[in-house]
């Protein structure tokens, strides 16, 4: 998508002819880069969130385009998506400046989603200047290019029948979460036929400005999303603003854009504000950044029940536990520790589990101990506590552990473990059921006695009647024994 005529080239004899061509060219060689690399293995990090990806193409496409821009223009002063995340200021000063975003859609473009794009702004005096943007889409030809004076834009000037553009945003928390969702909310309520995200702010705008949409919005965004597509906007007919209503503030990171002013102001006004701060007050920071060379890893693990103790085993508790923060917490619980300063370790050889990879790692019904500040891991055999005598070492020892992994469980889980010459040990863990189940078992086997019961005095009845009846013969004399009554 080029800024300026539909030949790509700028005005002849502009001041800033030579700036629109240089990034016409490096535009056009990031996007074989990122064309190339759309389909290979990718090597990807996180920035300030699980949601905010880097690749190393993004540092390599960014690198190539500064270079050239600084070998070639080594006056100019330079904002780049990577170098702020790195903790380089962003400052738009009215010296000529360039604003890069080497790949917009980094997580499509780790997902193989090829809706990405390359984004070269340019500002001289605080404002981007239309002669000299340039935005590349790879592996296409473009939106079509937008000249002065071509309108692409429906002119809708109410929300009804419209198609509203918009982006997430990096961060993931509750509150966020509830302001973007409610948004969304307010918009279809209006009546908007529909809200897309499409996973590219620059790319959204630039479907705005060729007419296949109607509005954007966004919260969360940057300088650089912003720096070359608002030109192509502008260039279209269109109007950029801040979501307050005001004039577009680049450093805001929020933003309205619509093919009619009537439009974007009822954008702005049916939007609550999400807080973003300024680009301009503070550098982007890594937060934990960790290369991983896979992406796909499940988000939430299922509950696996862990066994836990004290450093003297002398308490022992079970719980149930997805993640290692989860069991830490559940943990002191259980074991009523007022310490929040403990380590978890392996209550086998002392290891210490410190990071989630370890944790998911181990398995099922894992035994561990907390140890407090001051406390050490101690082998199993070798504690004893103060206030027993010392005990003799035999061939085997056998112990019982009762635990629960339910609340509902009214008896829980015994653990049998048997341990020879304090080197091998076995152990076997018996499930006991729930309420319910012990309930059935319990009638069913009070059934059966009751049934066993009875059989039992209908004998000893039966017997006694006749030891009663033989009796009573005896002491008649010269009655006639008994006959039965034979039925024929």
Known sequence: M?????????????????????????????????????????????????????????????????????????SHRFIAEEAAAAGAKCVLTPSPTWIVDPIDGTCNFVHRFPTVAVSIGFAVNQETLQSSSMLCVPGTRGLGGCSPGIR????LGDLSKALVL????????????????????????????????IGS????????????????????????????????IR???????????????????????AGTREMAVLIAQ????????????????????????VLFTPLMHPARPFRVSNHDRSSRRGVMASSLQELLSKTLDALVVASQLVTLVLEEDGTVVDTEEFFQTLGDNTHLMVLEQGQKWTPAGSHTPARWPPQRRGIAKVTFDLYKLSPKDVIGC????????????????????GFKAMLRSLLRFLSHAAQVTGQCLVHMGTYM???????????????????????G
């Not at 389909?39 to 905010?52: G, I, L, P, Q």
């Not at 630039?206 to 300088?223: I, N, P």
């Not at 260039?235 to 854009?257: N, W, Y």
């Not at 015994?414 to 059921?433: F, G």
């Open 270 to 293: 049916a939007l609550q504000t999400i807080n973003y701060g300024r680009d301009d007050e503070r550098p982007l920071a890594f937060m934990g950044s960790q290369t991983k060379k």
């Open 152 to 155: 692409p834009f429906w002119g």
């Open 2 to 74: 080029k800024a300026s005529g539909e030949d790509g080239k700028a005005p002849a004899g502009g001041p800033w002819e030579e700036c629109f061509e240089a990034a016409v060219q490096l535009a056009l060689r990031a996007g074989q880069i990122i064309r190339k690399a759309l389909s290979e293995e990718k090597r990807v990090s996180t920035k300030t969130s699980a949601a905010d990806l880097v690749t190393e193409t993004d540092h390599v496409v960014e690198a190539l385009i500064l270079q050239e821009l600084q070998t070639r223009f080594p």
């Open 465 to 487: 009647l006749r030891v009663l009846a033989e009796t009573e013969e005896q002491a008649v004399p010269g009655s006639r024994p008994r006959r039965g009554i034979k039925s």
């Open 201 to 232: 702010s620059t790319l959204a705008l630039c479907h705005l400005a060729a007419g296949t949409a109607d509005a954007y919005y966004q919260f969360g965004l940057h300088c650089w999303d912003l720096a070359a597509a608002t030109v192509i």
């Open 166 to 197: 918009t982006e997430i945003g990096p961060r993931r928390d509750p509150a966020t979460l509830k302001l973007f969702l409610s948004n969304m909310e307010r918009l279809l309520h209006a009546g908007a036929h529909g809200v897309r995200v």
């Open 235 to 257: 260039e279209a007919g269109g109007i950029v603003m801040d979501t307050s209503g005001g004039p577009l503030d680049l450093m805001s990171c929020r933003v309205v854009a």
């Open 414 to 433: 015994l653990n049998v473990k048997a341990t020879m010459y304090e080197m091998y040990s076995v152990s076997y863990d018996i499930h006991c059921t």
